[in-house]
């Protein structure tokens, strides 16, 4: 059952968008590892309500911004966002969007993802004027908070915003040993290196881009969800999509066709990947540390 207080500001949420036939059923759903989640039906509409009473703030704002970014560029299909909402008094933070009712009997099309998301990168330009990588301010990478800012070097920006942040966090659980922060420290002072020759602009990425974040509508239409997004490299967010294999040939061949990767991607994409393997790392624990140990060895090698 969910909190009288989350159910009278769900009632003025729907009120406010013309809904006024009231709450008649709440189902759970499940999949979330960290927020609740559940449908909740009118007599005349379906949403989808995800909530927390110890959300950090700004985890659906920046959520339901990330979703709007996402929309604005035509091209993937996202929840509408109804409301986001912070605690107040008694009643949790709370997103209401959309329900869009799943392909019980079609799969992801792999093809129309590939493409739609390279449309999304092309069209997904950056607001700043000179073009800046990052956004305009923080959001969220699972629990982690995901720093931003602007900069027109995005090897900046991946280095300072993006592991710096991971790897303090890790130094602070104690899940970096002696050997890999120093492998760490010589890879960062080299990422000029690793990731130049690369003709870039900065794109709208979804950020948390793993296959429990995309979703099939009845048609086998891909849905995008979760987002974390900020203006990046695109490689960032290719390289993850090969990070757990959730995503098939189809989606690969999909996306080069419509906007091919330059040349030497396969090396760049494991430097990329340390970004959410030290995130996983501590999220969930030293079992990611292996992966990460295994990428250093293969960029740095043994080290005193």
């Not at 107040?88 to 992801?108: N, V």
């Not at 501590?282 to 140990?293: A, I, K, S, W």
Request: charge should be negative; charged fraction near 25%; hydrophobic fraction near 35%.
């Amino acid at each position: 059952m969910l909190p009288d207080a989350l159910l009278e500001a769900l009632h003025f949420a729907l009120k406010s968008n013309g809904d006024e036939t009231g709450i008649t059923e709440e189902r759970p759903v499940a999949g979330g590892c960290i927020h609740h989640a559940c449908q909740i039906r009118t007599q005349t509409s379906s949403y989808f309500l995800k909530w927390n009473d110890e959300a950090i703030p700004g985890m659906f704002s920046t959520e339901a911004r990330g979703l709007e970014c996402i929309r604005q560029t035509n091209t993937l299909r996202v929840p509408t966002v109804i409301q986001a909402s912070e605690q107040q008094k008694d009643s949790p933070a709370f997103l209401l969007m959309e329900w869009i009712d799943k392909g019980s009997s079609r799969p992801i099309d792999q093809r129309k993802l590939g493409e739609g998301l390279a449309a999304m990168h092309r069209e997904g330009k950056s607001p700043q004027t000179p073009a800046s990588y990052g956004l305009d301010e923080n959001n969220f990478l699972g629990r982690a908070v995901q720093e931003n800012g602007w900069n027109t070097a995005w090897t900046d920006i991946f280095r300072e915003k993006r592991l710096l942040p991971q790897i303090d966090t890790a130094i602070q659980n104690g899940l970096m040993p002696a050997q890999r922060q120093k492998r760490l420290v010589i890879l960062m002072d080299r990422l000029d290196d690793w990731l130049a020759g690369v003709e870039r602009r900065p794109c709208l990425v979804h950020g948390d881009l793993w296959r429990g974040n995309v979703m099939a509508d009845r048609m086998g239409n891909p849905v995008m969800l979760d987002p974390a997004a900020y203006y990046a490299d695109r490689e960032v967010e290719i390289a993850y999509t090969q990070l757990f294999h959730g995503f098939d040939r189809s989606f690969f061949d999909a996306y080069q066709a419509a906007w091919p990767l330059d040349k030497g991607f396969s090396e760049r994409r494991d430097i990329y990947n340390l970004y959410h393997l030290i995130n996983h790392l501590n999220h969930f624990g030293e079992p990611y540390g292996t992966q990460v140990d295994a990428i250093l060895q293969h960029y740095i090698g043994h080290i005193p």
